[in-house]
T-cell receptor
Framework: TQLLEQSPQFLSIQEGENLTVYCNSS?????LQWYRQEPGEGPVLLVT?????EVKKLKRLTFQFGDARKDSSLHITAAQPGDTGLYLC????????????FGTGTRLTIIP | NAGVTQTPKFRVLKTGQSMTLLCAQD?????MYWYRQDPGMGLRLIHY???????AKGEVPDGYNVSRLKKQNFLLGLESAAPSQTSVYFC????????????FGQGTRLTVV
């Protein structure tokens, strides 16, 4: 079973601060995606990384895929209240089983 | 565009009752998934399908069955509901798990009493 552990589980910070969320596994993934979920809604994709060591930026959000394709991080610069939500990483199965496995989630609250 | 539509949105069942959750997608996606989400936890994969007529078990398949008779529909069945199946259920679809986006429905909140 492929497991994706996210840390921290909960994070509450002041507006304007920076933060990093981690997604770790002992398994290799073909790709790694990050989603954000609002209350009462399904997750929505933020970014996909597919190459070991890849870094992608989306405005104030920076995503990195580990060199060995087993871990990823999400860094937010100058957090804003609109960043509040549940952040989920998801890994594509590297063994052709076509499963998409989700992480345990990080609930982020930005305090104005 | 409808995307992924789940019905019903809410349901309360008594222990031992059965029900079917319907997921429909209009994006011609090959892959479809059923997840459950419990408080404080991420999404856990119940069953998935890589194409019409195929299904496979995920992490937590016990107590659930699925069918994919048509490409656009993926049904999740509970034959004899238990309180441990109280959860929010999400259906998703995608072209592929390799680097492409999974689109989610809005979820079904199921309570088993």
């Amino acid at each position: 079973t492929q497991l994706l552990e996210q840390s921290p589980q909960f994070l509450s910070i002041q507006e304007g601060e920076n933060l990093t969320v981690y997604c770790n596994s002992s398994s290799v993934f073909s790709s790694l995606q990050w989603y954000r979920q609002e209350p009462g809604e399904g997750p929505v994709l933020l970014v996909t990384v597919v190459t070991g060591g890849e870094v992608k930026k989306l405005k104030r959000l920076t995503f990195q895929f580990g060199d060995a394709r087993k871990d990823s991080s999400l860094h937010i610069t100058a957090a804003q209240p609109g960043d509040t939500g549940l952040y989920l990483c998801a890994g594509g199965d590297a063994f052709g089983n076509e499963k998409l496995t989700f992480g345990t989630g990080t609930r982020l609250t930005i305090i104005p | 565009n409808a995307g992924v539509t789940q019905t019903p949105k809410f349901r309360v069942l008594k222990t031992g009752q059965s029900m079917t959750l319907l997921c429909a997608q209009d994006m011609n996606h090959e892959y479809m998934y059923w997840y459950r989400q419990d408080p404080g936890m991420g999404l856990r994969l119940i069953h998935y399908s890589v194409g019409e007529g195929t299904t496979a078990k995920g992490e937590v398949p016990d107590g659930y069955n699925v069918s994919r008779l048509k490409k656009q529909n993926f049904l999740l069945g509970l034959e004899s509901a238990a309180p441990s199946q109280t959860s929010v259920y999400f259906c998703a679809s995608s072209y592929s798990t390799t680097g492409l986006e999974a689109f989610f429905g809005q979820g079904t909140r199921l309570t088993v009493v």
